[in-house]
């Protein structure tokens, strides 16, 4: 193969050219991983909820830390036509007193489903009351399973039994409480400080304490087959919000902008890399127009030259990809945990796509100059 | 009988008042096996002849007739494939790819059409053989004197069986006595062949091995010897 023959005899020029390919690849994927990391940091809990929809309030804009759904409407989107399974989802803030620092997050109350949650660490399934599951990012607070942390102020304790993955929510661990345990979090924050006091001594807590009783956040359900979620919304009317939970997640704490900007940094390194990749090529062409043209006068067509190009980017390219792809794994390896990097094989896999795209796109260029050398050129010696 | 005949050849370059008429009418034809020398001084459009016959350029007027058909080259796929067919090019400056040794460098060849045979390999041999380079087959180009990379690109052109031979310059860059031995070497393979070979010189004393001289003068056939 020619093609080959070339890279074996100019070894460093090629070996710098598949370098060159790998920063480009490698600094797409680092890219990709820590767009990839903050999204999920921000929304993970909310977009991998195992549901078909997220009901949320009517007019809180899919604003979780808002919307409230009675134990009556709760019900009532459970009984609603073209739902399956529904459960309720309740959002509340908490303050941790981890062992490393404290820090503020969320606790999910789940009414139940807690299979959903991809155990790393400890044991699955539905706490008992007082028990939490918890994203494996808290690790980096000092947290262990097992740990049992006091919550400030409410003067509540969680034991944490398992750590589970990708379930950050603006970019805090989340811990997964049953719904009895979110009720008596809830009920305690509300009255903060006077939480200490009995319930008996303070009727109005005890009112407060009916009223919230069964309610929750969202409620996330499972369609029944055929039903979409816009036939689940036409349903339930105006009391109420249906939206995916990609939807959801997508919604609320500025995260449209952000996935603009994420984007947006994506799509510039990408287009650079295509450049950078088609100009490496580009140069090597314009280097060898006397040979192509001379290849030509023997007799190769168009089509064997451009294979010829074609059969080194996918070998230097291939090259590139598997140095980029061992340092991106390095850099990941080298950052803290807590730092948004989420290496995902399925969009690394569209990353090399995108590469290969890239330098396929970037050929394009040689292409041309291919085209334009003229072969009679090699019979002009005075050029030479 | 004659192989190649060149029909009233014109090529004029340029248009308007920039127009130079490189070549003007020329005719001529070589036979079967023989080996036709062109003779000229600098610019008389010696290169514009062989790049026509090669297929390079297009004659403003005139035709070139191998074996009794013209050729027409409508595209540059066309004119490849009859370069890789009838036509055997060695360029003055010889061109060999600097990344292949002498004998991938013949291969280059069948490469072109397709795939190499283990009968490619075998006659590439016999081809370095003939020209004295059995011993340079793995050799680098860059590792070639002068007068062994001339052969290696001599050679490589027989490659394919070409009907025409078409030389430029064999001996610009090669000292007289090796120039007169590449010359008779050349002359030696096409003759008994079903070959021709046309090769532009303009030193009187290479033009002595051919067959045949013909004198070029201003782009018009001065003298045929
Ligand atoms: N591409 C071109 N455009 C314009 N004029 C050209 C071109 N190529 C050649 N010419 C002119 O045509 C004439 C013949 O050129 P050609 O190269 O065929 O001469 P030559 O006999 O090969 O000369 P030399 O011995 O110096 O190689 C010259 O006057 C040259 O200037
Ligand atoms: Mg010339």
């Known amino acids: 193969m020619l093609a080959l023959s070339e890279i074996l005899h100019s070894k460093l020029k090629f070996a710098l050219i598949a370098l060159a390919i790998g920063l480009i690849v490698a600094l797409t994927m680092t890219l990709s991983a820590m767009s990839e990391g903050l999204v999920t940091g921000m929304t993970g809990a909310k977009g991998n909820l195992d549901a078909d929809a997220v009901v949320f309030q009517g007019d809180t804009y899919l604003n979780l830390e808002r919307s409230l759904l009675t134990a009556e409407e709760v019900e009532r989107v459970r009984a609603a036509d073209g739902v399956a399974e529904a459960y309720g989802v309740g959002h509340i803030f908490i303050s941790v007193d981890a062992p490393a620092k404290a820090f503020d997050t969320r606790a999910f109350g789940l009414e139940g489903d807690f299979e959903q949650l991809p155990i790393v660490e400890g044991t699955g399934g539905m706490p008992t009351d007082g028990e939490a599951i918890v994203d494996e990012t808290a690790r980096a607070d000092g947290i262990e399973v097992g740990d049992t942390l006091a919550l400030t102020p409410i003067d509540r304790e969680l034991t944490v039994i398992g750590f589970t993955e990708n379930r950050r929510y603006v970019m805090a661990p989340v811990f997964y409480v049953n719904l009895k345990t979110y009720e008596d979090l809830r009920v305690a924050s509300m009255f903060g400080a006077m939480a200490e006091t009995t319930d008996a001594e303070l009727p109005s807590a005890t009112h407060v304490t009916d009223a919230v009783d069964g309610s929750v956040s969202v409620v996330a359900v499972k369609l029944e087959p055929g039903v979409t979620v816009d036939d689940l919304a036409q349903t339930l009317g105006g009391e109420f919000d249906v939206v995916t939970p990609d939807e959801a997640a997508l919604a609320g704490n500025g995260m449209p902008v952000m996935v603009l900007a994420v984007n947006g940094i994506q799509v510039v390194s990408f287009v650079i890399g295509a450049l950078v990749i088609g100009v490496f090529f580009y140069i090597t062409t314009l280097h060898k127009t006397g040979q192509i043209a001379a290849v030509k006068a023997l007799g190769a067509s168009n089509a064997f030259v451009y294979r010829q190009l074609l059969a080194q980017i996918l070998v230097l390219v291939t090259l590139g990809a598997l140095i980029g792809t061992g340092l991106a794994l390095g850099a990941g390896a080298g950052m803290p945990s807590t730092m948004a990097f989420d290496p995902r094989l399925d969009r690394w896999a569209v990353t090399l796509g995108l590469v290969y795209l890239m330098a396929f796109v970037g050929s394009l260029f040689s292409l041309r100059s291919i085209l334009r050398i003229d072969p009679a050129t090699a019979l002009d010696h005075a050029e030479h | ?225």
């Open chain 2, 1 to 225: 009988m004659s192989l190649l005949q060149v029909r009233d050849v014109s090529k004029t370059y340029g248009s308007g008042r920039a127009a130079v008429a490189a070549l003007d009418g020329v005719t001529f034809s070589v036979e079967t096996g023989s080996m036709l020398a062109i003779l000229g001084p600098s610019g008389s459009g010696k290169t514009t002849l062989l790049s026509i016959i090669a297929g390079l350029l297009q004659p403003s007027s005139g035709e070139i007739v191998i074996d009794g058909d013209p050729i027409h080259l409508r595209s540059s796929r066309t004119a490849a494939a009859y370069r890789r067919e009838k036509i055997g090019l060695v360029f003055q400056d010889y061109h060999l790819i600097p990344y292949l040794s002498a004998v991938e460098n013949l291969l280059l060849m069948p490469r072109l059409a397709g795939r190499v045979s283990a009968e490619h390999r075998e006659k590439a041999r016999g081809l370095l053989g003939e020209f004295g380079l059995e011993k340079r087959a793995k050799h680098m180009p860059s590792e070639l004197s002068g007068g062994e990379r001339q052969r290696v690109a001599i050679a490589r052109a027989l490659m394919n069986d070409p009907e025409i031979m078409l030389v430029d310059e064999p001996t610009a860059n090669l000292d007289t006595e090796r120039g007169t031995q590449v010359v008779t070497m050349l002359g030696e393979h096409v003759r008994g062949r079903a070959m021709t070979c046309l090769m532009v010189t303009h030193d009187g004393r290479m033009a002595e091995g051919a067959d045949r001289i013909l004198r070029l003068i201003d782009g018009r056939v001065a003298e045929s010897l």
